[in-house]
Structures are given as structure tokens and as C-alpha cells.
């Protein structure tokens, strides 16, 4: 616990920093905390720190945190690959979808959305720097996606979530970012609800915050080496 809590107050430091140093207004970038891989009672260490936005890559093993952290006011994230016949759990425990990235999948998460849920928050995954083994749209066919997305009745879209080119070239990480934030931005033009660019994890936090970012997923950072629960 006492871990956990320290390394959230050094993120959330690091975070303010980047701000600071890009003249970002402060506490505008979010952090997304990715639990994937971490036991329930992880989890509930970093909420008590005072963490409440988590990110899961796997249905199953986020479903069961979610029914075991039901009393603990998470706001859960799904940001992992969708196949078609997870999108009903999906729609029904989840309150934001970083990674939808093709109008089949944002049709079904809105038509099996409970009635009675809030609208789904959902952010285009953009498939920035073209990689074939990558999901995401092509920046071409974003914003044909986006206005399909857009007229959903259960569905409110949030923005993007980009994953670029794992490198250890600034400059090539800061010119995805910036093709990312040129979308974002271009989106947001069309979209009054359009605030949220997902970019950024612990080895390029502060680039993509410099660049725009307003969420960071950061997972090693505040957990430590990936656990070794099964998928």
C-alpha cells in the first residue's frame, strides 16, 4: 500500500511537471491507471492512494475486479482489442471504450447498453504510424468513422486513443503525437463533446503530454513489473 501510494504521488508529480514545463493549464491531463494483469486487491490499494480511473485489456479478468470492486466508485476503462462477441459485457460494465475502431463494434456496444447506464464514453482507437500488426483506423477514414459513431444513440464520443511506434526516438515519438493532436483537434472542430486525446504511457508520458495528451495509461509505473495472473 505504502508502495503504491508513493509511486501515485510521484506520477502525479511527473504529470504536473510536464504541464508546467508546456505551459499546460494545471491538472488538465488525466492519468489512467492500467490494472491489467493485477489482482482486486491491487487495485483497491491504488484506489484507497486515491486512483479511481483503471484500464483492463482482458474481459474476463476485468469482470471479475469489477464484480469483486463493485462498491469502490471506480470508473472503468476497456482498452483492449474487441471482438464482436464481447461487446454485450463490454456495453454492460464498462464506463468508457478507448479502443473502438470500426463502426460493427461502436453499433453493438450501443444497442446492448443497459437503458439505464449513462451513455457509453467511447474514444477511436487511430492506428497512428500505420503498423500492420497494430489495431486502430487509418487517419483517412477517422472522421467517416466518427460521424457514423456519432449519430449512435447509446454512445457518446469522447475522442482518440493512439498506441504509436514503440521507439526510442523523441522525435519520432513526438511526430506521432503531433499527428495524433492535428486529428484530435480536427475532430473537436465537429464534435462539441470531443475532449479526451489518450496518448502516452510511462516511457513517453512527457512528449505526449508536451504534445496534447489529456490522458496517460500508466501501468508499470504504478504497479511495478507485470503480475502473472493467466488472461
Known amino acids: 500500500m505504502i508502495e503504491i501510494k508513493k509511486r501515485l504521488l510521484n506520477i502525479t508529480a511527473a504529470i504536473h511537471d510536464a504541464e508546467k514545463k508546456t505551459q499546460r493549464t494545471p491538472n488538465t491531463v488525466q492519468l489512467l491507471a492500467v490494472s491489467k494483469t493485477w489482482p482486486a486487491e491491487i487495485v483497491q490499494q491504488a484506489v484507497d492512494a486515491g486512483q479511481y480511473h483503471f484500464g483492463e485489456n482482458y474481459l474476463q479478468e476485468a469482470l471479475t475486479k469489477i464484480n469483486a470492486l463493485s462498491g469502490s466508485n471506480i470508473v472503468w476503462h476497456f482498452i483492449g482489442p474487441i471482438q464482436s462477441n464481447k461487446t454485450k459485457d463490454i456495453a454492460q460494465n464498462f464506463d468508457w471504450v478507448q479502443s473502438v475502431d470500426r463502426f460493427k463494434i461502436a453499433q453493438r456496444l450501443s444497442n446492448q447498453r443497459p437503458e439505464n447506464l449513462a451513455k457509453l464514453n467511447i474514444c477511436i482507437q487511430v492506428n497512428i504510424d500505420n503498423e500492420i500488426s497494430k489495431s486502430?483506423?487509418?487517419?483517412?477514414?477517422?472522421?467517416?468513422?466518427?460521424?457514423?459513431?456519432?449519430?449512435?444513440?447509446?454512445?457518446?464520443?469522447?475522442?482518440?486513443?493512439?498506441?504509436?511506434?514503440?521507439?526510442?526516438?523523441?522525435?519520432?515519438?513526438?511526430?506521432?503525437?503531433?499527428?495524433?493532436?492535428?486529428?484530435?483537434?480536427?475532430?473537436?472542430?465537429?464534435?462539441?463533446?470531443?475532449?479526451?486525446?489518450?496518448?502516452?504511457?510511462?516511457?513517453?508520458?512527457?512528449?505526449?503530454?508536451?504534445?496534447?495528451?489529456?490522458?496517460?495509461?500508466?501501468?508499470?509505473?504504478?504497479?511495478?513489473?507485470?503480475?502473472?495472473?493467466?488472461?
Open 136 to 231: 486502430g483506423v487509418s487517419a483517412v477514414n477517422l472522421l467517416p468513422l466518427a460521424e457514423q459513431i456519432s449519430q449512435l444513440d447509446h454512445i457518446q464520443l469522447r475522442g482518440l486513443m493512439i498506441i504509436p511506434t514503440k521507439t526510442d526516438d523523441h522525435q519520432q515519438q513526438q511526430l506521432s503525437f503531433q499527428k495524433a493532436r492535428l486529428l484530435f483537434d480536427q475532430l473537436a472542430t465537429i464534435y462539441p463533446n470531443i475532449d479526451t486525446l489518450s496518448m502516452g504511457m510511462s516511457a513517453d508520458m512527457a512528449i505526449a503530454i508536451s504534445q496534447g495528451s489529456t490522458m496517460v495509461r500508466i501501468g508499470t509505473g504504478l504497479f511495478g513489473q507485470r503480475g502473472a495472473l493467466n488472461h
